[in-house]
């Protein structure tokens, strides 16, 4: 028996709702010093549920991607096999596809044991990307958490007060639609949750922690409030509650972390908020008045 871990590389059709689909795996076997590479040749079963997407693009895409990492397992077998630094197939995958926010990205699978390490990624292939159901439904994306909240910061009349902020960082910015200042800036950031499957959810969390890492030296004093939107499925509330705890690890500027909580939570912040404000504008009264 050979031990082997697997990747699964995804494929993003709309980068606004964040749903992804499985189209390929990566199998790598240190013991049997073998790589299986498989990718899905057609898409036209999701093209069906997005038809703006660019089909045939996205076809020719994931036949290269193919082609790169077969070419890859062959240049670097070496390397691969002889060196201790890369352990599972995400150490390999990564060198053909980087980790970042593209539409098609890769994720750890698992790992198991097989006796053929070409059937095994063929049961793989079947089971995890053929087999898959694609079913694109409604779901509740980052301005429909905010919508859903807003009515709190209205009825305590803070909603007038709320401004876009950019936060400059050494390679790229944030942007943060509802912010209030008062000296320094009070940030929020409502962002949903509302996935599929696991996967998604954790790279929603990456790709935060990613941009908020990166503006490690920002000047500017802000503090961001993470409003967090659960998924609608009690089946994927353990990956979430694990990204959720994630995000309140993660420093940003000055070591500062963000604030996270929870759509249950909006009308206490809209009161935390409520309170800052008139302090702030006693405040303003006070030095106007000497």
């Excluded at 590479?37 to 693009?57: D, E, N, T, Y």
């Excluded at 690890?249 to 008139?278: C, H, Q, W, Y």
């Amino acid at each position: 028996m050979k031990s082997y871990t697997y990747s699964l590389i995804r494929f993003r059709p709309d980068l606004i709702s964040g749903e992804s689909i499985n189209v390929g795996v990566v199998l790598l076997s240190r013991d049997a010093r073998q790589i299986s590479v498989r990718m899905q040749p057609r898409l036209g079963h999701v093209s069906k549920l997005w038809p703006s997407l660019r089909i045939r693009f996205a076809e020719k895409y994931l036949k290269r991607l193919a082609g790169d990492l077969t070419v890859q397992s062959l240049l670097s077998y070496d390397d691969l096999f002889g060196s201790e630094e890369f352990k599972s197939s995400c150490d390999f995958v990564s060198r053909v596809l980087p980790k970042d926010s593209s539409s098609v990205f890769f994720d750890f699978g698992g790992c198991g044991v097989t006796v053929d390490i070409e059937a095994e990624a063929d049961i793989l292939m079947e089971s995890l990307v053929r087999n898959v159901k694609v079913v694109k439904r409604s779901r509740k994306d980052d301005a429909a958490v905010w919508t859903g909240i807003k009515r709190h910061f209205d009825e305590r009349g803070v909603t007038r007060y709320l401004t876009g902020f950019s936060v400059q960082g050494k390679l790229d910015q944030m942007h943060f639609d509802h912010a209030w200042q008062n000296g320094k800036w009070h940030c929020l950031k409502p962002m949903s949750f509302d996935y599929l499957n696991g996967n998604d959810i954790r790279e929603k969390a990456r790709s935060w922690a990613g941009n908020w890492s990166a503006l490690i030296e920002a000047s500017e004093d802000f503090t961001p409030y993470l409003i967090l939107s659960r998924p609608s499925s009690e089946s994927l509330l353990e990956p979430y509650n694990q990204v959720k705890s994630l995000l309140t690890e993660i420093p940003g500027p000055n070591g500062k972390k963000a604030e996270v909580l929870e759509e249950d939570d909006a009308a206490t912040l809209a009161e935390r908020f409520k309170g800052m404000i008139s302090e702030h504008q006693r405040h303003s009264d006070r030095i106007s008045m000497l």
